[in-house]
């Protein structure tokens, strides 16, 4: 196998790895869609005051992030069909970004639920607001910016957790840089590329989303 690098072969298969960025951007930015209303759900429900309800989410909670994501995938794809279950690989893929990361996101919303002052609530007691009320209006918007670090860190997270679906066939960049590799053997230049595609998007990404952190921190007047 020839290791040196051709820069012939790397701009020929440059177009198919850019489309798959494509895919990939596009599952990154689905599961992580679903990821943010699930880790909402999961968060709010254990705020129920019903205990086994609390419970149980806290116990589901612990079992997906306690689990690879890996093995959550092949679960989704080949056994959830045993149980009349049946997705398409892209279908599959984007529940099991959104469900791993929607535990680690509801810990994260946990955080800036926490965060808010307990006279915030005892505000909204006192004048009568509906408990819907009091966390669409009151508790949401300032449990938000104490979380958007993290609800940050895990979209990067999520991008660089893609190329796991490769697994089940989606043509995101891992898969198409095997499919690459397997037609020409060679793997030094698609392998080399698919890794410079990730660096490029996720530093710029990083810095975005530490720069819109400050900007609403700074218009909330949060130092």
Request: net charge neutral.
């Amino acid at each position: 196998m020839d290791l040196h690098w051709r820069w012939d072969f790397a701009w020929q298969i440059l177009p198919r790895l850019i489309e798959a960025t494509l895919y990939t951007l596009a599952a990154a930015g689905i599961g992580y869609a679903i990821a943010l209303v699930l880790g909402l759900v999961l968060a709010l429900l254990q705020r129920t005051g019903f205990r086994p309800l609390t419970v149980a989410t806290r116990e589901f909670i612990e079992f997906i992030r306690s689990t690879p994501l890996l093995v959550q995938i092949f679960f989704v794809f080949f056994v959830a069909p045993q149980i009349g279950l049946q997705f398409s690989p892209w279908v599959s893929g984007m529940f099991a970004l959104g469900l791993y990361y929607s535990a680690y996101l509801s810990e994260v919303y946990r955080g800036g639920l926490e965060a808010v002052p307990p006279g915030q609530w005892e505000a909204c007691t006192a004048l009568g607001l509906s408990r819907r009320d009091t966390y669409i209006r009151i508790i949401i918007p300032q449990a938000l910016p104490p979380a958007l670090a993290g609800m940050g860190n895990l979209l990067v997270a999520i991008f660089k957790d893609t190329p796991m679906l490769a697994v089940i066939g989606i043509p995101e960049l891992m898969h198409t840089a095997n499919a690459i590799g397997a037609e020409d053997y060679r793997f030094l230049e698609p392998y080399t590329i698919v890794g410079v595609l990730f660096l490029i998007i996720s530093l710029p990404a990083a810095g975005l989303l530490r720069l819109f952190e400050g900007w609403v921190r700074y218009k909330l007047g949060i130092r």
